[in-house]
């Protein structure tokens, strides 16, 4: 697995829906272009919700994970 | 995903104001701008001095469904208005106050919690709307 650098953490584990897409959504308005921002979830909605969020707004979903009902997103800041 | 989403809140009750600020947070967090007309008991609720009292659920809730509601906010579920908060932070957010309600509350502008923009009538918020979606909740 390849090492990467992320800038921003965001913890949304306990979260319902929508706060894990609107805490991202958050930090990637003060995340500069190219930054990875950490996303973790526990709201099972969230992986299609990610698919989706990513497709809308451009911002790559690079990597996307699942351990023990916990929820890992990686996201590019376009 | 540029054509606004266009909320008529009418109903007063927290479990219908939540939907409805779910549905704008989740619109706002794709970059979607957001309208929302406040009418009759919706804009009841957003009153300075009620936004953070209990509103009450509709009837078809129940028992069960008033547990259900408050096991949630119980786990750190936000209140449906730092939900329309939050949604705010992210931008293209506007919530507008009916006039026509406003008369009928007998309200001034400065009775309303500041989540409130402003106040104005259909007819501005139908230009507003352009060809967005309107949703009546």
């Known amino acids: 697995m390849a090492v990467i650098e992320v800038s921003q953490h965001v913890d949304a584990r306990g979260l319902s829906c929508p706060m894990p897409i609107v805490k991202t959504a958050q930090a990637v308005k003060t995340a500069a272009s190219g930054e990875l921002i950490e996303v973790l979830a526990t709201d099972a909605g969230s992986v299609k919700d990610f698919a989706a969020w990513s497709r809308t707004t451009g911002h790559e979903l690079v990597e996307q994970s699942a351990d023990g009902g916990v929820y890992r997103f990686v996201i590019r800041r376009k | ?137």
């Not at chain 2, 096991?71 to 949604?87: E, N």
């Not at chain 2, 989540?115 to 909740?137: H, K, S």
Request: charged residues 20%; negative net charge.
């Open chain 2, 1 to 137: 995903m540029d054509e606004p989403l266009n909320l008529v809140l009418f109903s007063g009750t927290d479990d219908k104001l939540q939907a409805a600020a779910v549905l704008t947070a989740g619109a706002a967090a794709l970059g979607k701008p957001v309208n929302v007309f406040l009418q009759y008991w919706a804009l009841d609720a957003f009153r300075a001095d009620r936004i953070e009292a209990d509103h009450g659920l509709a009837p078809e809730a129940g028992v069960a469904g008033r547990l259900a509601v408050d096991a949630l906010r119980a786990a750190g579920q936000a209140s449906w208005a730092d939900t329309f908060r939050q949604a705010k932070e992210l931008g293209g957010v506007d919530i507008e106050a009916c006039s026509l309600s406003m008369d009928l509350l007998h309200l001034e502008p400065t009775d309303l919690d500041p989540l409130v923009d402003g106040v104005e009538g259909v007819t501005a918020f139908y230009l507003n709307a352009g060809e967005g979606q309107v949703v009546f909740i």
